[in-house]
């Protein structure tokens, strides 16, 4: 197992997230807690110490049962992180409340890593907002030893994290992104990085394989990897990527069975970054997979000012590009949630106005209706 130095411990470079754990019946919060024992034992005993859960992982079970499993284990031997669930307005003012049964349901007295969960734009304000305590009560458990060390996740946008950094970058110890070959230009990944490093924030990585999306790719793709590495799978591509990037230190896999823990066990044996000619198959390859679907936008603001309902045209195509590549999904709806109802896409007009100054030719009205009909199916 490959190690990354953090502070002063060592982190195998692959973490067990908690949040696709085998389940009976199909049923997301029925999990098969007798396979997920299985599971944590062989990554135990292959060297995975790092476990990431949530409140809301399972319906809420993912750290009952982790804190089971985990209860086995001399509690030295494993690092155990979990969130606090502000993707939930409802949860703002419940910090001390939601703490203090995350230890219970997990059977422990601390959290060895502690996260505000999910900084995106519908919670950044709150998450700010110091009426609400949550950064203040957290600092405290850190101080009283109960957080060992305290950091962020995020799915939002730039500005959304540049806001939280502004205020709490100083106390992050590390940043939690959604990175991976396919999203480093698509979902602006690498400026992400670039950021939490100007501030000297190590950086954990969740969704290395997009929810699956990169476990197989198109034949002729995958025939082009092979003849650079015969010996290297598909999905072990992804993983090669992430430890290409110098300041990645924890990379985070949701394993469902066995065999997806065996396959990334079997890849952290040994650090295989990739090479310049690799790098960029990788990126061509990503590019050509979601250019498919992605409309041409640069977002020269052109449109903008010809729009009666003062749209941000371009932001709408980017979540659009998003949603319709993904095929659904939270993060577009999340995005969209911090929007007034009239500056949805929704409330264009069908005016054309945008489309007759727009140089790439794009159909925005069209867009526009596409995007509303497909989150009105959701």
Excluded at 265 to 288: H, Y
Excluded at 311 to 336: C, Q
Aim: aromatic share 12%; glycine share 8%.
């Amino acid at each position: 197992m490959i190690y990354r130095e953090f502070q002063d411990i060592k982190l195998s470079a692959l973490g067990f997230g908690c949040m696709r754990l085998p389940v009976k019946d199909g049923v997301y919060a029925n999990i098969d807690e007798g396979l997920a024992a299985e599971m944590v034992d062989y990554a135990m005993k292959n060297g995975v110490n790092y476990y990431d859960t949530a409140w809301g992982y399972h319906d809420g079970n993912s750290e009952i049962v982790m804190g089971k499993i985990l209860s086995r284990y001399p509690r030295e031997s494993f690092y155990l992180a979990s969130k606090f669930p502000g993707y939930d307005l409802s949860n703002m003012d419940k910090v001390e409340q939601i703490f203090e049964k995350q230890l219970e349901k997990c059977g422990v007295e601390y959290f060895d890593f502690y996260l505000f969960h999910n900084v995106c734009e519908k919670n950044i304000d709150g998450y700010l907002d110091e009426k609400y305590g949550i950064f203040d009560y957290l600092i405290k458990q850190k101080q009283n030893g109960r957080i060992k060390h305290l950091g962020f996740s995020a799915h939002g946008e730039m500005n959304v994290i540049k806001r939280f950094l502004e205020k709490y970058g100083a106390y992050m110890e590390f940043g939690q992104l959604q990175i991976n070959y396919l999203d480093w230009e698509f979902q602006n990944a690498k400026e992400k990085v670039e950021l939490l490093t100007s501030y000297n924030i190590p950086i954990w990585v969740m969704e290395p394989l997009r929810g699956g999306k990169l476990v197989t790719l198109a034949e002729n793709d995958e025939a082009t990897l092979k003849a650079l590495r015969p010996d290297e799978n598909i999905p072990a591509w992804a993983f090669r990527f992430l430890q290409s990037l110098p300041h990645v230190t924890m990379i985070l896999s949701g394993m469902s069975d066995m065999a997806q823990v065996k396959d990334n066990v079997k890849t952290f044996e040994c650090d295989k970054p990739l090479n310049q000619v690799e790098m960029n198959t990788l990126l061509n390859i990503a590019g050509v997979m979601t250019g498919k679907t992605k409309l041409p936008c640069t977002a020269c603001k052109y449109c903008t000012s010809h729009c009666p309902q003062g749209l941000d045209i371009p932001e709408l195509i980017k979540l659009y590009n998003e949603h319709r590549f993904t095929g659904g999904g939270f993060i577009a709806p999340m995005a969209l949630s911090a929007y007034e109802k009239d500056k949805l896409p929704s409330a264009c007009i069908g005016c054309r106005s945008c489309e007759k100054v727009c140089p790439q030719g794009i159909k925005i009205s069209e867009m526009m209706t596409d995007f509303t009909a497909r989150l009105k199916e959701e």
